[in-house]
């Protein structure tokens, strides 16, 4: 996968044309897409509108198979296939099997679930005489689902964590610093597939197989939040030797809940991997994730799962022609002022994701968002509202300068944007930055 | 509130009449209500469908409120918006505020979230050195979601569990009793507010009052699970001082998430109760329990609390009568065979619900529902699947005998179900019981 330039200067830049777009075509609701009349979302990474099948598969389950999939009356029985087909369609996205998925309540739980099961798992195969704690590898660039978790084991003396830092050459950690990390109490290997704010696809696959290859770590557990790459780049376990996969609707046009893969079959080398349930009650999930299953959600989820089965190779590609253009067009305007973080020549970025600084006193990328008249888009991860200013700890983990951190906005691609929105996008931009540079 | 049986003989009972009706007027869909062309459902206890306004609430949240909350795209701010509508339906169904919401994935999180903080809370305030371990006072007929995260903290040597027995003569636990288990480590008293198989109501109001008036119990925490009660009798935080409260949705004609309350404001005896979370992420619901809000089935269950606000006593009463019509018809074709497990003269049920046990030497009461040609009710919570027979362990601790408990069925009657369904399923029931008596 090249992340490359692909196509320049498909279009003139033009400000005319574009203001005119925007008042002569004004966007409609259509095939779930969205949108008010002159706004252009470009937050993709934060949340993504439903596939209108999807909707329509969510609507479907919510009428007709409402029943207690506990439950042997009808309706329960059709609730209980629901989540079949659902189960079959997650798990053969990923190339695994039915019984190696867990619904979840998303993609936080799922995480949560992970950290919870290799604490657990450490003090159930380790006597509580020895002092030994659990040791937990992670990157420096992860989602807080992960970070926070391990930052509150820390604090209640509960484990060790190593935050093996992602590298500046490459924005992405670098397997030698992780196998370096290894000690004799290291319990989980927890390494995000892609993040979410640079898109940078980290080298989890070869963290893998190089954990696998030393038997002497056999008993190191391996887990990838997938939740930014799925429905962009091709995620399976066949290729990805994780005993854990953490998996998130709403960021691939599924709904707000989430399942978590686990390698449920063993191997000659290995055990199949363990799972701590954190809830319990009535049984549900084998167990594993108790409570009344969200079937409508579910269901949902799996058709989500069957589109990127089915599609993706034509997202990835739509996605990717989307960003060429879309940082092209930018950097015809600044030159050199333009930076787009997060873009290396040794690593590879998710298709739709650009996350691009320009340089320049009173540009910070909140300043020329508010700006904006029609772009929506973010400057970090949707979940860190901060009231107050501040830089992107992802983005100076990744050896983004200060000023240029400061700077920074992500806009992420959509199945279903178009060059015309990048256009509305880049337009509006300019016009943006035009006026506080008049201002200040 | 009244249990006693108030409309008697309203209509014939009449095989022929009754089967003219099932293949006369084939039931269709309408209103959420279900079903396929001879079935009644009568088993509202184990899930409801959506009520016809919940599902235009929650197909209108997913497409035009589908934004990140925590972004502040208009998108975002839309599904921010939802939320918080939601939480204001949520708070003024039992009479609370907002802020003691917390949005959950149902009630299995939501009592196993009670009884973490309990245990946390507990751990946080006593001195590591001290050996005490905290101990929980519940019932024996709670649902798995509070009975099996006890046992599981008993099995992990974590807490101590007393379960208080209820009553042979009233289904309910005596609020003696359960003063009477107060030790000096008592950390929660989780008594649920009525029991899904018998629906008799607990004394959770009394149970707590007592508690609250003896100063040296103020730090004993209070929780109900009112996953039956709700949308069945008034629920009302304003009279039931607990400190959590468990909502779940699916129980009454809402999506399958739920809600804690959670006593956020202080009063002059009392700190405002603790919520210690067990998952760490985005910083969602105020950290109590991140994750990307599920907006859909948020503003879907706002709206099924706003319709129990609105509607209850209709919703009520309804119920009651339907409920006594069924009653009183069984008891005039079986008399004194007929068993109403779970009604005494000293306490009140739920007014849907109908534990009845027929007697005779082959009428298990899965047996007879087998026999049943069109009625879809249960023998237990439904979570509970077991793949071979087994009497009610609810049933057995609230005094039935075994042999009735063996035979028992538990009917509970929706917001649409008609007194023609009534018909239908006595009908049934009593041509099952023929056929079962004729093979034996």
Redesign the interface.
């Known amino acids: 996968m090249s992340d490359e330039v692909k196509e320049v200067e498909k279009r003139p830049l033009s400000g005319e044309a574009c203001e005119t777009n925007i008042t002569k075509k004004p966007r409609t609701?259509t095939n779930?897409k969205?949108n008010?009349n002159r706004?252009v979302?470009l937050?993709y990474n934060?949340?993504?509108?439903?596939d209108v099948e999807v909707?329509h598969t969510?609507?479907n389950t919510?009428?007709?198979a409402?029943?207690?999939p506990?439950?042997?009356?009808?309706?329960?029985i059709e609730a209980a296939k629901a989540v079949a087909v659902a189960r079959q369609q997650v798990s053969e996205m990923i190339q695994a099997i039915p019984n190696d998925i867990v619904f979840t309540?998303?993609?936080?739980?799922s995480?949560?679930l992970v950290l919870h099961t290799a604490l657990k798992h450490f003090q159930k195969t380790h006597p509580e005489s020895s002092d030994m704690k659990p040791h937990f590898i992670t990157s420096n660039i992860e989602?807080?689902?992960v970070k926070?978790?391990l930052?509150?084991y820390k604090e209640e003396y509960e484990a060790e964590v190593t935050y093996v830092p992602v590298s500046h050459n490459t924005g992405a950690v670098e397997v030698q610093g992780v196998l370096d990390a290894i000690k004799s109490n290291t319990c989980l290997i927890s390494i995000m597939l892609a993040n979410n704010e640079t898109g940078v696809i980290q080298p989890v696959q070869e963290i893998c197989e190089r954990v696998r290859s030393l038997p002497q770590y056999s008993s190191i557990l391996l887990h990838t939040d997938a939740a930014q790459a799925i429905g962009k780049i091709e995620v399976s376990v066949r290729s990805l030797p994780v005993d854990y996969l953490t998996i998130v609707g709403?960021k691939f046009y599924g709904?707000?809940?989430g399942a978590l893969y686990f390698r449920s079959s063993k191997t000659p080398e290995q055990a199949s991997a363990p799972l701590y349930p954190?809830?319990?009650?009535?049984?549900?999930e084998r167990n594993y994730r108790?409570?009344?299953?969200?079937?409508?959600?579910i269901a949902g989820l799996g058709k989500a799962c069957y589109l990127v089965t089915k599609n993706l190779e034509n997202y990835a590609k739509h996605m990717r022609e989307l960003r060429s253009y879309f940082e092209s067009k930018l950097r015809s305007v600044y030159g050199e002022r333009l930076h787009i973080n997060g873009k290396f020549t040794e690593s590879e970025r998710l298709p739709n994701t650009s996350n691009v600084s320009i340089e320049g006193m009173h540009l910070k990328g909140s300043d020329v968002l508010r700006n904006c008249q029609c772009t929506?888009?973010?400057v970090g991860?949707?979940?860190?509202?901060a009231t107050k200013f501040c830089v992107s700890s992802i983005l100076t983990a990744t050896g983004i300068p200060e000023h240029i951190a400061a700077n920074a906005m992500r806009f992420s691609m959509g199945r279903e944007t178009t060059m015309d929105d990048i256009d509305t996008v880049i337009f509006d931009i300019v016009k943006a930055i035009k006026a506080i540079d008049a201002h200040s």
């Open positions: 609701e779930g969205l008010d706004c979302y937050d934060a949340t993504t509108p439903l909707l969510i609507s919510l009428q007709h409402w029943g207690n506990s439950s042997k009356s009808k309706p329960g309540s998303g993609g936080t739980e995480n949560n989602h807080d689902a926070l978790v930052e509150h709403h709904p707000r809940i954190m809830f319990f009650g009535g049984g549900q108790p409570g009344t299953e969200n079937t409508g959600m929506q888009a973010s991860a949707a979940c860190h509202s």
